[in-house]
Nanobody
């Protein structure tokens, strides 16, 4: 019913930038919070940033001042601008959204996009 599709990952050198996008599609009646999580090899998935429908945000301490989350409610899309990237930011990044569809509210996840920070 609802799909989240991420794009924008890739290989970047330390200090570089990437912009991730995640578009929700399907039968969408409303979207509440949207967010980005990441999972590095051998580690648990962790919150990177979340944004409410009225654009209130929160960030992991490790990315504050470097990453910016934003959303376009008209396009059902959330973005993550990542600047000053570090090797420790290397992970698979997952989009998450709380979506109201035909069956009610549900938590959806994207398939993930790889971000690799390396020289």
């Amino acid at each position: 019913q609802v799909q989240l599709v991420e794009s924008g990952g890739g290989l970047v050198q330390p200090g570089g930038s990437l912009r991730l996008s995640c578009a929700a599609s399907g039968i969408i009646l409303s979207i509440a919070d949207m967010g980005w999580y990441r999972q590095a090899p051998g580690k648990q998935r962790e919150l990177v940033a979340r944004i409410t429908k009225d654009a209130s945000t929160n960030y992991a301490e490790s990315v504050k001042g470097r990453f910016t989350i934003s959303r376009d409610n008209a396009k059902n899309t959330v973005y993550l601008q990542m600047n000053s990237l570090k090797p420790e930011d290397t992970a698979v990044y997952y989009c998450n959204a709380d979506v109201r569809s035909i069956g009610g509210w549900r938590d959806y996840w994207g398939q993930g996009t790889q971000v690799t920070v390396s020289s």
